[in-house]
Structures are given as C-alpha cells and as structure tokens.
Nanobody
Framework: QVHLVESGGGLVQPGGSLRLSCAAS????????MAWYRQAPGKERDLVAT????????SYVDSVKGRFTVSRDNAKNTVYLQMNSLKPEDTAVYYC???????WGQGTQVTVSS
C-alpha cells in the first residue's frame, strides 16, 4: 500500500529557510521520479519541483528557481525540498507525489509571515 508522509513545515519569517521531507513506502521508491506540489488557500495544486528516479535530473517552476532544491536519498526512501529565501507567496500546503502513482499524503503546511 502506497504511503507518503510529508514533514518539516512550519511558520518562518520572510527570507528564512525550511527543509521538507517526504518518507515513502509501499512501492519501489528508487524506480519512480518524485515531485513536490503546493496548494495555497483557494487555489489549485501546482507543481513546484521534480526529480528523476536517480536524483540526477531536477526541474523547478520559475518562481522557485535558485531558491528551492529538490533531492532524494533512495537508501532512505525519502525525498527532500530545501527552501531558502522564503517569500510570503510561498505559503501553502506542500505535498510530495510519486509520478505515475495516484496517491497524495496529508501534506505539510508552510507559512511565511512576519
């Protein structure tokens, strides 16, 4: 049974940093590309970043390029999102997803506010 558990969110001031983690189980993690999405209040869920199965290729939405870094540890079945220089517009619930698997975890809330 697929299971994704996001953690690491919280309240941070503008310009601050957070590191999100997503622990995966129930599937062969190392065979799947992974993605981070976010959903702000009243808005649709949007793609933020992707990473291929080996971690060798990443992509980012323009609004987070140069500030966010996606990585993974296949030995730990975990994908990460390092978020630096956070802005109020980054406030959202962040979700991870295994590309090709229709499953969503509970997400983790990130709030950027002074």
């Amino acid at each position: 049974q697929v299971h994704l558990v996001e953690s690491g969110g919280g309240l941070v001031q503008p310009g601050g940093s957070l590191r999100l983690s997503c622990a995966a189980s129930g599937f062969t993690f190392s065979r799947y590309a992974m993605a981070w999405y976010r959903q702000a209040p009243g808005k649709e869920r949007d793609l933020v970043a992707t990473i291929d199965h080996s971690g060798g290729r990443t992509s980012y939405v323009d609004s987070v390029k140069g500030r966010f870094t996606v990585s993974r540890d296949n030995a730990k079945n975990t994908v990460y999102l390092q978020m630096n220089s956070l802005k109020p517009e980054d406030t959202a619930v962040y979700y991870c997803n295994a590309l090709g698997i229709s499953y969503w975890g509970q997400g983790t809330q990130v709030t950027v506010s002074s």
